[in-house]
């Protein structure tokens, strides 16, 4: 009988991260935390109520009026993310708060309520987990941990896609410079940089379909599994 694992899959933005967790949550019966949708949703919530998070009362006072959760949903077997209640899953997408939402998870206090609520929908295992400090950070302990990359361009065009679905008017330069922006933000910040795990598995997806990625870390899933 297979044993249910944690797997964690971190890396560069616009990687396919979300994508390949959700496939391998589904095939294997598992739970799908999206870890950047809750940054992002903190990072919306703090737009919407004007917090300035440069102001530590502020932001601490902000963060206790935040409640997220993921809700399945039944016609689709999508896991959206919910803002108080509020299902936020399209509006978190947007380019205002990409803009914002690395330079908002860089903060200490944001990253400790994150993570605090990211290790509690984890103590059961059998979780899918995707980020940029996941196998680091949140999960040190994870069986199986992967680390995803892939070639600037492609990440850029990858992005630019999903960006024009949201936003018509959208430029190819913008999702450029935002990319760079995040890169930049998210492997120099001070708490919780992103890298990779001393034992994770490196997977480079540049030339690969989502259908090939997702058999080669599917048999990675089964081999941890049975150990």
């Not at 992002?40 to 006072?61: C, P, S």
């Not at 600037?152 to 992005?159: A, P």
């Not at 001070?190 to 001393?198: G, N, Q, T, V």
């Amino acid at each position: 009988m297979k044993k249910k694992i944690i797997i964690t899959l971190d890396g560069w933005s616009s990687c396919g991260k979300s994508t390949l967790a959700k496939q391998l949550a589904t095939k294997l019966g598992y739970t799908y935390v999206d870890s950047g949708a809750m940054y992002r949703a903190i990072t919306l919530y703090f737009l919407q109520h004007q917090v300035l998070w440069t102001d530590e009362k502020m932001l601490t006072e902000a963060l206790k009026k935040i409640e997220l959760a993921f809700v399945e949903d039944s016609a689709t077997g999508k896991s959206n993310i919910y803002l108080n209640g509020k299902n936020v899953e399209l509006l978190i997408r947007e380019l205002v708060v990409a803009e914002k939402v690395s330079e908002v998870s860089a903060i200490k206090e944001v990253r400790n309520f994150a993570v605090a609520k990211q290790q509690e929908m984890g103590k059961q295992k059998g979780v899918v987990m995707d980020g940029r400090d996941i196998g680091t950070v949140v999960f040190p302990e994870a069986e199986l941990k992967i680390f995803m990359t892939a070639d600037n361009e492609i990440r850029i065009k990858r992005r630019f896609i999903e960006m024009r679905e949201l936003d018509s008017n959208v430029s190819i330069e913008e999702v450029k410079k935002n990319i760079e922006s995040r890169d930049y933000t998210d492997s120099n910040r001070e708490i919780s940089p992103l890298r990779k795990a001393d034992d994770a598995i490196v997977l480079d997806n540049t030339h690969l379909t989502t259908g090939q990625q997702f058999e080669i870390a599917f048999n990675w899933a089964n081999e941890k599994s049975s150990m």
